[in-house]
């Protein structure tokens, strides 16, 4: 079977930034989770999402990033030019670096579809993905920004939501659909409503539109910041002058959420896999699943592990291990629990309260331990 076909005139954009706080002490502020190959498939989460993009981009992929970061991901990328490889000086946000990205890509491809995909989700049914790109890329090219909406499974309480329209019966995009707005996060009740309504889908920050059409949102809402980007394409060296008086906000909020309320948002309904790996239940349950198709790490039934498996006696328990201090972690008949065993830190949690990782590492600082953020 022959692989997928390249999109004329699409660009994808790859995010890599964030520091994966509830993945501590594994993610770090100078090693985030992008840069970890978290699924036992020998690539980083950086490298698999250039393994799905470049069938389709080729060599029509930037990466922005951080400064601390930007040597390792070039190193994980050889394959990208070093003119595609943007050096943020700090973190501004998701709108800043892809506004800046879509400019830079503007200047050479006037005409250019960009994507925006971060570094650090997993998805799977690589061809679905693909399938979806080509619909978003055919509604991009009518002038509507489209983002990718995953298919709900659980109430989920930590995700954005995407309520669905009307069909928009684009050619090339048959599943397209309007987009009457953007939620925010629900408590678990409206979460449940919108479940089973069947009219939400959860909003992964996946974005494909028009190169100028996104930057001509960017000026309607944050001129400043068009004006900008817009500058550093033309002058990179002004970076350093202009990069700190950028707003800091997310694409989501910075356009998406306005443009949808002038119905100028569409979606594309996702038919892949998708997870973004946002704490240690969410790494343990994609393991699981991974385990089961035979294709992940797994110790024992119901325990999986990252590391060496002679890192690992475990006796009647579950949960997840991550193996890296170089010695050996013995459980004994405990049940999903998360045990994290680096050189410098070692992390005990339940599964059940992973989301909580964050506040731990917010703590770090103020018990001088900083430098273990």
């Not at 498939?41 to 029509?60: H, N, Y």
């Not at 998701?94 to 960009?114: C, K, L, N, Q, T």
């Not at 001129?223 to 202009?242: H, I």
Request: hydrophobic share 50%.
């Amino acid at each position: 079977m022959s692989g997928p076909t390249q999109i004329p005139g699409f660009w994808a954009i790859v995010p890599a930034g964030g520091a994966g706080t509830r993945l501590w002490p594994l993610s770090r502020r100078r090693s985030p989770k992008f840069l970890h190959d978290l699924t036992g498939s020998g690539r980083t989460l950086l490298q698999e999402t250039w393994d799905r993009l470049t069938p389709i981009a080729a060599d029509r992929v930037v990466v922005v990033t951080g400064r601390d970061h930007a040597p390792e991901v070039a190193r994980q990328l050889p394959g990208l030019p070093a003119a595609y490889l943007l050096a943020e000086p700090s973190p501004r946000d998701s709108m800043p670096a892809i506004a800046w990205a879509a400019a830079v890509v503007a200047a050479r491809d006037p005409d250019a579809v960009i994507g925006s995909f971060a570094a650090d989700h997993v998805i799977s049914r690589v061809d679905g993905f693909h399938a979806a790109v080509r619909e978003a890329v055919a509604l991009a090219r009518a002038g509507l920004l489209v983002t990718l909406g995953i298919t709900p499974t659980y109430a989920a309480t930590g995700f954005g939501y995407i309520r669905e329209g009307m069909p928009l019966g684009v050619e090339g995009a048959p599943s397209g659909c309007a987009v009457v707005e953007f939620v925010e996060k629900p408590d678990a009740a409206r979460a449940e409503t919108y479940l089973a309504s069947g009219e939400f889908r959860w909003n992964a920050g996946m974005f494909v539109v028009k190169a100028s059409v996104l930057l001509d949102l960017v000026e309607q809402w944050h001129p400043t910041m068009a004006a900008d980007v817009r500058a550093l394409a033309a002058e990179p060296g002004r970076l350093d002058e202009l990069w700190p008086d950028l707003t800091k906000i997310a694409i989501d909020h910075a356009v998406a959420e306005p443009a949808a309320a002038a119905g100028r948002v569409a979606v594309v309904p996702a038919t892949f896999g998708w997870d973004d790996v946002g704490d240690f239940d969410s790494l343990a349950g994609l393991l699981e699943a991974h385990s089961a198709s035979a294709a992940g790490p797994a110790a024992a039934a119901g325990l999986s592990l990252i590391g060496d498996p002679a890192d690992l006696v475990s006796v009647d328990s579950t949960g997840l291990v991550v193996a890296r201090a170089g010695r050996l972690v013995a459980l004994i008949g405990v049940d999903d629990l998360v045990v994290v065993d680096t050189p410098d830190a070692l992390l005990v949690v339940p599964r059940s309260r992973a989301q909580e990782v964050k506040g731990i590492v917010d703590r770090l600082a103020g018990i001088d331990r900083d430098h273990l953020r």
